[in-house]
């Protein structure tokens, strides 16, 4: 996930590093197995049942522009165009639908938020989630618009076991969620077809990303519920993509997004201190 930071310029890099109080974290132990059913969790090594349940408990909310998920639809027009330019430009492709042929997988899809648009753009996709709950969401609102959108409650790992793979693998504000990163990472770059792109979007772990993504977004602002985000999993830019690389990908570009609040909306950036998305190809 990511926010809205009007005052994301105004803080000094310090690069500090130090434990965040996690008492609102639900241990996976704590789940029974009825729990895990009810919240209609799907198992993998990678899967925390505390962050899917979180966000499966908000499912309903994924296509509301002014509820819990305001800031993912404000981020919408940056991260598309940023996805459209730079697989256009792998691809050599142009054109109204200029992926047609070309399949593509959005693992943590949510409600679906990414995967209509780029449905749009031609691809043929499949969105993954780990909740039941935020499929059957994906899956309805897609069929009310007329999009050909296969939705599925299945995990990273399981896709790689059964030998999917896909041109594009969008990987979201998905990294700081899951409970094996480095696993997780390696089932997901399995799924990448040689020649292939993943994107991966996440938060850097900073002083200035505690402050902003943590605090100032959850606690002062109140822009997402508290509790959404656990700073501990934040993930610097330098380890994202040695985990990258140990897994067979190659890192073409790493590119910071920052908010612009006089024309109140999300911009590419060379600041990668919060937001920041990383390119890799096989």
């Known amino acids: 996930m990511l926010y809205l930071f009007v005052l994301s310029r105004s803080i000094p890099e310090t690069g500090t590093h130090f434990s965040v109080e996690r008492s609102w974290v639900i241990h996976k132990r704590q789940l029974t197995a009825a729990q895990r059913r009810k919240t209609g969790m799907t198992d993998a090594p990678s899967i925390d049942p505390a962050e899917v349940a979180k966000f499966s408990a908000l499912a309903a909310e994924w296509w509301d522009p002014a509820g819990k998920f305001a800031p993912l639809h404000r981020f919408n027009p940056v991260r598309l165009g940023y996805i459209r330019e730079t697989a256009a430009a ?86 700081e969620h899951v409970a094996d990163l480095p696993g997780y990472l390696r089932a997901c770059a399995k799924l990448v077809k040689p020649g292939g792109l993943m994107f991966v979007a996440t938060l850097n772990k900073t002083l200035k990303s505690l402050v902003l993504a943590k605090y100032g977004a ?26 990258l690389k140990d897994s067979g990908l190659s890192i073409l570009k790493t590119q910071g997004v920052i908010f612009d609040p006089l024309a109140w909306a999300w911009k590419l950036s060379s600041d990668t201190d919060v937001n920041y998305m990383v390119v890799a190809g096989k």
């Open 90 to 175: 792998h691809f050599g492709r142009q054109g109204l639908k200029p992926f047609e042929g070309l399949a593509l997988l959005d693992i943590g899809c949510g409600g679906g938020l990414l995967s209509e648009p780029m449905a749009r753009l031609g691809f043929t996709v499949l969105g993954a989630d780990a909740s039941e709950k935020n499929v059957k969401t994906a899956a309805t609102h897609a069929a009310g618009a007329g999009l050909a959108v296969d939705y599925r409650a299945t995990t990273a790992e399981s896709l790689a076991a059964e030998g999917a793979a896909f041109d594009v693998v969008l990987n979201m504000e998905v990294v």
């Open 218 to 243: 959850e606690y002062v602002l109140r822009w997402l519920p508290p509790g959404s985000h656990d700073w501990n999993r934040f993930v610097e830019p330098e380890r994202l993509q040695k985990m």
